[in-house]
């Protein structure tokens, strides 16, 4: 029973806002040192040898220092995320340039410079591969056989024989690459010895992950393991599997030493070091009739997945399912590979693999147009998928099916036709205008998207996630979850959340950061944490409701009597505490082997618009506004949402215009924040964002999740508008004045 307003659809302010704004909020860099010893990484300078082994300078004092090898570790050494292929420090052989070797920790920072500087990691060099085609291609095995981590092929109808009839076909090929994380705070983690057991503190998003691995590395119970998650300032995904290797790290020489032991990374070895978005390669074979109407699609995706698995077997599946866009075609075949070089590892990243895909297909989508003779958006709604439509996985969007109300939207939002109209009149009259003006075009494109709620197939089985909420003395009621703040707002909304469930007021509701012996596993963080997550908290909160009314003999309508009636009940030593695990609902069915079926229990659709200006006599893109539609079910916090919407539009120009990885031999080359440009608040455009809600029927409030979801569409939408701006179509983010001044100059039309 619903008795106070709703705690949905409100701006509440960040509940650890205040304590940043004042800088009381301690990161781990801020918590008091307290003897703890500073340590650091040993590494590996050659990206694929034969690792000798690892000889220390005889004139350094090694008594004043502890260093840790694989040879040291009591337990397994391995890192367990999907695949158990990466060990904890290096063994027998190097995969990629600064795999961790050995560790070193030291009571000051000074001892610990002159100690790494004293150690040679001795290797016998093997041929390195870094190419794509030269991994499908096993010149050099690194993974296994044939250096693929996982492959994916999605069918529906008869993609070859649809093609094989069909009036027109077209191909294309497109290419993203990596992406740093850029997080405000770089990886660290401290680890403290306690007796018998560790506790690790530091920047992470999974705590749980760390329990198991830890366990696993220094063959100790899990219940030895304390996990207790620091404010986290930034993550992005690069905060998900990777801190799973620093705090088996930080643990380690905390076991060995007896001691408290801090590992932060300087800014430069977290970027060469750590994981970024998968580079990728999509092929695209599509058949239309002579009017426009899609009757077959072959999509051929290649993943970089660096030197070992992490989480590249569940990106691959994310990018496969969302490969064929959010368009109806009755005939089509995906076939998606995640492959091994001897790059670092891949790891996750906002959107999972889903913007390469995404990217690829709506890119490809305008090209098609243009060998059509069609209007692009024309060819959109000729095309896109409405209700009871079925997606690539034979999924049956019901009606969850948004895509040409989004669509519609933006372009009104955006003024889109007119627009399109006057900056094609703009770049007609460019030779009639005098000075530097007459360099000036002008484009406008769109990109239209979904993005799966919640983790793909069994993974949401899997985790089996859970939350808790607990009755107080005072009355009020801390909710329990796992799900760490990172920056996102996650506090705030699970307190929002919970009091929905509960009917009470949201300061009723208690949160903190979690710690993984009083909060339950929620598992993994990402955009499911307000419709999973969320879903879980609403009916904890009824039912916590409906235990206190219970036990009182009557209604409590009043939120003060409530409140009371809590406080009396904890008072008199009744324990209050309801418990809620996730289960899938049950018409759901999914075939992981053939990826066919219900991928997700809803989506959300997205339509982007970017506006931009090209100097076309330095190749400078500047875009000038971004609209950005989405349908995420329920909005929960207004602002938060908004900020959501801001923060991942302006990753994603910086994905498509700016963010360019440079590789030499493995190794990050422009590894600073100087060097590797991301957006700034100069840099970006206005940022309209406009919210649908329709409300997803598996959820009991409706929300679909919304963090991810807009990464994914300023990429195509910026190179659709560059097409728009100077008829050149480009195959590739980022898209850099590098790439197109030289395109400019050729006119290499198409």
């Not at 090898?69 to 060990?87: F, H, K, M, S, W």
């Not at 009755?471 to 959340?497: F, H, K, P, W, Y």
């Not at 418990?579 to 992981?592: G, T, V």
Request: glycine share 10%; net charge negative.
């Amino acid at each position: 029973m619903k008795t106070t307003e709703s705690a949905l659809g409100n701006s509440v302010p960040r509940r650890e806002g205040a304590a940043k704004l004042r800088g009381d909020a301690q990161f781990l860099d801020d918590l008091p040192r307290d003897g703890a010893w500073f340590a650091g990484t040993v590494r590996a300078n050659v990206p694929h040898a034969r690792l000798l082994g690892v000889r220390p300078d005889t004139r350094f004092d090694w008594d004043r220092v502890v260093l840790v090898t694989a040879a040291d570790i009591p337990g397994e050494n391995v890192v367990p995320v999907v695949l158990r292929d990466q060990p904890s420090l290096a063994e027998g052989f190097i995969r990629y340039h600064g795999q961790p070797v050995a560790l070193v920790a030291a009571p000051d920072k000074e001892t610990l410079a002159l100690a790494l500087e004293s150690i040679s990691v001795l290797t016998s060099p093997l041929e390195p591969v870094f190419d794509i085609d030269d991994a499908l291609a096993a010149k050099t095995s690194i993974f296994g056989e044939d250096n693929v981590f996982r492959t994916v092929e999605i069918n529906k109808g008869d993609a070859n024989a649809a093609l094989q009839t069909a009036d027109v076909v077209i191909e294309g090929e497109h290419h993203t690459g990596a992406q740093e994380h850029a997080y405000l705070e770089p990886q660290g983690m401290q680890a403290e010895w306690n007796g018998d057991g560790i506790t690790i503190r530091g920047s992470m998003q999974c705590p749980y992950y760390l329990v198991k691995a830890v366990a696993e590395l220094l063959d100790l119970p899990q219940e030895k393991i304390l996990v207790i998650p620091n404010l986290t300032g930034g993550a992005f995904g690069g905060k998900d599997d990777f801190p799973t290797m620093l705090g088996g790290h930080a643990a380690l020489l905390a076991w060995k030493t007896r001691k408290t032991v801090r590992l932060i990374y300087e800014r430069g070895e977290d970027m060469r070091f750590t994981s970024k978005r998968h580079p990728a390669r999509i092929r695209h074979r599509t058949g239309f009739t002579h009017d426009g109407r899609l009757v077959g699609m072959q999509v051929e995706m290649v993943l970089n997945g660096g030197a070992y698995g992490t989480m590249s077997p569940l990106v691959i599946s994310r990018a496969a399912i969302h490969a064929a866009g959010p368009y109806q075609c009755d005939n089509i075949h995906i076939s998606a590979r995640v492959v091994a070089t001897n790059h670092p590892p891949s790891g996750a990243f906002r959107g999972f693999g889903a913007p390469q895909a995404l990217f690829a297909v709506d890119a490809h989508l305008d090209y098609c147009a243009s060998k059509l003779g069609m209007d692009p958006l024309e060819l959109r709604r000729k095309n896109l998928i409405r209700r009871n439509g079925t997606l690539a996985t034979g999924q049956n969007v019901g009606d969850d099916a948004s895509a040409g109300e989004v669509l519609e939207r933006a372009l009104r939002e955006s003024d889109f036709i007119t627009r399109r109209e006057a900056y094609a009149e703009f770049n007609r009259e460019a030779d009639s205008r005098r000075g530097a003006d007459r360099f000036l075009r002008r484009g406008i494109g769109l990109s239209l998207f979904m993005h799966g709620t919640g983790l793909s197939g069994y993974e949401e089985v899997f985790f089996h996630s859970g939350v808790a909420l607990h009755g107080n003395a005072d009355g009020s009621i801390t909710a329990l979850t796992s799900q760490v703040e990172v920056g996102q707002g996650t506090r705030t909304i699970v307190a929002q959340l919970a009091a929905e469930g509960l009917g009470v007021p949201v300061e009723y509701v208690l949160t903190e950061q979690p710690d993984t012996n009083q909060h339950p596993d929620s598992g993994p963080m990402a955009s499911r944490t307000a419709t999973i997550i969320g879903g879980l908290l609403i009916t904890a909160g009824k039912r916590f409701r409906e235990d206190v009314e219970r036990r009182q003999g009557s209604l409590l309508p009043d939120p003060l009597v409530f409140r009371a009636t809590v406080a009396k009940l904890v008072a008199s030593g009744e324990r209050l505490e309801v418990r809620e695990h996730y289960s899938p609902p049950p018409e759901m069915r999914w075939d992981e082997e053939k990826h066919q079926g219900d991928a997700y229990p809803a989506y959300t659709w997205s339509c982007c618009v970017a506006a931009l200006e090209v100097d076309t006599l330095t190749g400078e893109a500047v875009v000038l506004d971004v609209t950005a539609v989405q349908d995420v079910g329920k909005v929960v916090n207004p602002m938060f949402a908004a900020g959501q919407v801001q923060g991942g539009v302006a990753q994603g120009l910086g994905w498509a215009l700016l963010e360019n990885v440079v590789w030499k031999n493995g190794v990050m080359q422009n590894a600073n924040l100087a060097d590797y440009s991301i957006p700034t608040a100069m840099d970006l455009p206005p940022i309209h964002a406009v919210f649908l809600e329709h409300p997803q029927h598996r959820a009991p409030h409706g929300a679909k999740g919304l963090g991810e979801l807009p990464m994914e569409g300023p990429a195509p939408a910026v190179v659709n508008a560059l097409r728009s701006a100077l008829g050149i179509h480009f195959r590739r983010v980022p898209v850099t004045p590098e790439i197109i001044l030289p395109a400019w100059e050729a006119r290499n039309l198409e």
